[in-house]
């Protein structure tokens, strides 16, 4: 076994270590897993939050967009900070109707703002299946991690099923409060990597971030803007940046929503979300990374591995190693929120039973089939659901219109709008995704999104009529 590899093994049982030293005492009911008895204080909440936004994408695709596209890269900086000041206003109030209401879960929001467990069941459906592709981008992610650095597929294959054990086992033992713990680690190795990466990488292949780009500017210049054409153009990074920022900051993601309710107050919340963006900041670190490459590396050499290859030529062994256990951990944290999100769904909003321990029963079976499923697929067909997660966050996103509808005072439109607008939505995308329909740039997201806002209006507005029309017919 060499270094990098146990380096990275030992580091992957510390994380998890973390996670179980996270539990107080056994989870008695479903509440208690997945929200920690609504008491997390600031601190907590920032790691909890930023472990979920941070995940291998910061490792693995954000320095690959550099690489390929050059400044597109940048799309990946304002979009949090931008969902942020919605978060400000949105989550709060979230809180608030969860703490009185008692919801679990995204899908607890939806069934009892629109009266109908039956839509909270159809929200429950979609978020699973567009969190699973997304679940499995973690576990991969980790074995390519692992597979770069060692130069061993074996490797990022033992890698995977540590991992993918270690993950399940910490968070059926500890939930929440397991995830919380780990991410205090978790979030000191990510900065300290991205810090060691960001200065060593560029010294080495150009003599600091300033040659880099010098060098850039004098033999490829077109990178240093977003292109008008191509595949990452201004289009392109404008409808990325929104549908990304929507689908954060209307709360879509269904994973993120047990992190929100287990906050202490609303004032936990604001604050959080005042500081988070600065946070963001760390995101410019690998585009620079990416950048080193476009120096660097031959042309056609695939972008997902670019601050990896770079890191292992830059890098001693040892230290090679620690960035592998800080890109595991990246993908650790953000897994376990995942499988929490998929099983409290299952178990809270789409099987029904009356009896806790059967719930918990059933919660825990699903945490294991669902890492068991996508850690099957990792191994045996790692490309298998690459279209599916291209939907994941654009699926997601279609839930903003009934979400804003729902969260004031009084509901904005009736549950046959928004039924219509999310289905209608959700097809569009899968239609234009999987159909390969060129829409010009533009994210198929938004022009998902488009669609459902429309169907919705329309809808809610023959439904309106109608009732009008029944009144008077009952009146006459």
């Not at 991205?194 to 060098?215: K, T």
């Not at 290859?309 to 960035?323: E, F, H, R």
């Not at 390969?436 to 329309?458: C, E, P, S, Y």
Request: charged content about 10%; proline content about 4%; hydrophobic content about 55%.
């Amino acid at each position: 076994m060499n270094t990098v590899l146990l380096v990275t093994i030992v580091g992957v049982v510390v994380i998890a270590l973390c996670g179980f030293l996270g539990r107080r005492r056994p989870s008695a009911d479903l509440a208690e897993w997945t929200v920690g008895g609504r008491n997390f204080g600031a601190a907590t909440m920032w790691f909890l939050q930023a472990g979920e936004v941070f995940t291998t994408f910061t490792f693995l695709a954000v320095a690959g967009v550099a690489f390929q596209g050059g400044a597109a890269a940048t799309y990946a900086i304002p979009y949090l900070p931008i969902a942020f000041i919605g978060c400000y206003f949105l989550v709060p109030r979230i809180w608030a109707l969860g703490k009185d209401r008692g919801y679990l879960t995204q899908a607890d929001f939806f069934a009892d703002r629109y009266r109908s467990p039956r839509f909270g069941r159809l929200v429950a459906v979609i978020g699973v299946v567009f969190l699973l592709p997304y679940l499995q981008l973690q576990i991969t992610g980790l074995g390519l991690v692992v597979e770069l650095v060692t130069g061993s597929k074996a490797s990022g294959n033992l890698s995977m099923v540590v991992s993918s054990v270690l993950t399940v086992a910490f968070v059926l033992w500890a939930g929440i409060r397991g995830l919380a713990n780990a991410a205090y680690l978790k979030d000191f190795l990510m900065l300290f990597a991205m810090a060691v990466l960001a200065l060593a990488v560029p010294i080495h292949f150009a003599g600091g971030i300033g040659e880099v780009f010098s060098a850039i500017a004098r033999e490829r210049p077109a990178l240093l803007e977003v292109g008008s054409t191509g595949t990452f153009s201004r289009t392109w990074w404008l409808t990325s940046v929104l549908v990304s920022a929507i689908g954060v900051g209307c709360l879509t993601a269904p994973h993120q929503w047990p992190a929100y309710l287990s906050a202490k107050s609303e004032k936990t919340l604001r604050q959080n979300f005042v500081l988070l963006p600065i946070y963001q900041v760390v995101i410019i670190l690998p585009v620079i990374v990416g950048f080193v490459g476009i120096l660097a590396l031959p042309e056609g050499t695939a972008g997902n591995g670019v601050l990896l290859k770079l890191a292992n030529v830059a890098l001693p062994d040892w230290l090679t190693g620690v960035i592998a256990v800080a890109a595991a951990a990246s993908a650790m944290i953000p897994a376990g929120s995942l499988c929490m999100g998929i099983s409290s769904l299952v178990a809270r909003n789409i099987v029904t039973v009356r009896s806790e321990r059967t719930r918990m029963r059933i919660n825990h079976v699903v945490v294991v089939l669902a890492v068991g499923l996508s850690l099957g697929l990792a191994l045996a067909r790692p490309d298998l659901l690459a279209n599916l997660l291209l939907l994941t966050f654009s699926g997601l996103a279609q839930l903003a219109p009934a979400l804003l509808a729902a969260i004031g005072k009084r509901r904005l439109i009736g549950l046959p709008a928004a039924v219509a607008g999310l289905v209608t939505g959700v097809a569009t995308l899968i239609w234009l995704t999987f159909g390969q329909i060129d829409l010009h740039g533009f994210n198929a997201g938004v022009g998902a999104l488009v669609v459902n806002v429309a169907v919705t209006a329309v809808v809610e507005l023959v439904t309106r009529g109608k009732k009008v029309t029944d009144i008077k017919e009952v009146s006459a």
